[in-house]
């Protein structure tokens, strides 16, 4: 007999897993293209395949268009992954998402960089929209 993994259909519901809103406020410069860039070395969360904790270093840029991330909240919000058992992958895509629903940009791009695991750093990134094209200094 086969023996099941202990992660099997851990990850089925991962996108409607409930976690805390992310607020947003009124972005006054809409007309301008820009680029926020934002970042948390303390993102943690749990392996579902081990229950042991999983660490990542997590890179936020947008282009914003009616709103802005308010920065308290999405500390909360990642605060919530804490206990939440995810793989890597799924972090980051799940993390996408949300935010793209909270405040809508014209780009998005969401990096994780996890701490290392039996001798393998994994790094996940994901987007959504068309990157500006922005002069840099």
């Given at each position: 007999m086969k023996k099941k993994a202990a992660y099997k259909g851990l990850q089925q519901n991962v996108r409607k897993r409930k976690l805390p809103k992310i607020d947003v406020w009124e972005n006054r410069y809409r007309d301008k293209t820009y680029v926020v860039r934002f970042d948390t070395p303390e993102f943690t969360c749990i392996c579902p395949r081990t229950g042991l904790p999983d660490f990542a270093h997590i890179f936020i840029e947008y282009s914003p268009e009616a709103c802005c991330i308010e920065l308290k909240s999405f500390k909360e919000y990642i605060t919530a992954y804490r206990d939440f058992g995810i793989f890597h992958e799924h972090a980051v895509n799940r993390m996408l998402e949300d935010l793209v629903k909270s405040c809508e940009p014209?780009?998005?791009?969401?990096?994780?960089?996890?701490?290392?695991?039996?001798?393998i750093t994994t790094t996940v990134e994901a987007e959504s929209g068309v990157r500006p094209t922005l002069l840099s200094f």
């Open positions: 014209r780009w998005m791009k969401v990096k994780g960089v996890f701490n290392i695991r039996g001798g």
